[in-house]
């Protein structure tokens, strides 16, 4: 079994006339959060995307478990126990939040056939999700959206799990309630790969991390060692954390 869960070599993506990844190398360490960070612009959602398959590498491999992905389709890559929460979250607005979650409970027909144990677990981890079980999605606040997202994304076991900016616009008091969703879910087991702008976030989760600039790696290294160094910081990103 690899070290890492998850090796990008050398990927480029293009959309349409646009080269947007320049031959990216990534790794993610198996039950590990990394975090993935670097200017507007850098790449970042465009290296989650390649990686779900959404968007297509045109030259370099994926590999996810020793397993080649590179051209394997979504759908697929997700029956694989890879979850992915996009930055728009995309929640099911007409749908309440228990059909959100049914939706991804791929054994379940119902919602008595999934998992109550589990349920537990993810309301222990998101209390608003028990709270507005009856309530449609579209009339939650937009922390209850992004913590029905991820809830949704972890309503089955998964070995990965994607997130792209899930404390963007959302209060101190929810971004400390994700902090720890996110600390326990990797206690758990789940390897995190995780687009983050929110430095707070970043330096209390983070185990390795991978800095993008103009479509490349820049930098790779612990998490520890970058908030560690401020000049490191300014060159990477343009501020200290």
Known sequence: MSANLLELQGVHTHIGAYHILQGVDLVVPRGELTLLLGRNGAGKTTTLRTIMGLW?????????DGQDITTTDT???AAMNVAYVPENM????DLT???N???????AKNAGQMDAARLQWIFSLFPAVQKFWNHPAGKLSGGQKQMLAVARAIVEP????IVDEPSKGL???IINNMIDAFAQLKASGVTILLVEQNINFAKRLGDSVAVMDNGRI???????????DEALQRSLLGLAL
């Open 56 to 64: 297509k590498a045109s030259q370099g491999r994926v590999r996810f």
């Open 75 to 77: 759908p697929r890559i």
């Open 90 to 93: 995309g929640v099911f607005a």
């Open 97 to 99: 939040v228990k059909e």
């Open 101 to 107: 979650l049914l939706l991804a409970a791929r054994k």
């Open 158 to 161: 998964r070995e990965l799990l």
């Open 171 to 173: 209060a101190p008091a």
């Open 218 to 228: 820049v930098h790779a290294g612990s998490m520890q060692q970058l908030a560690d």
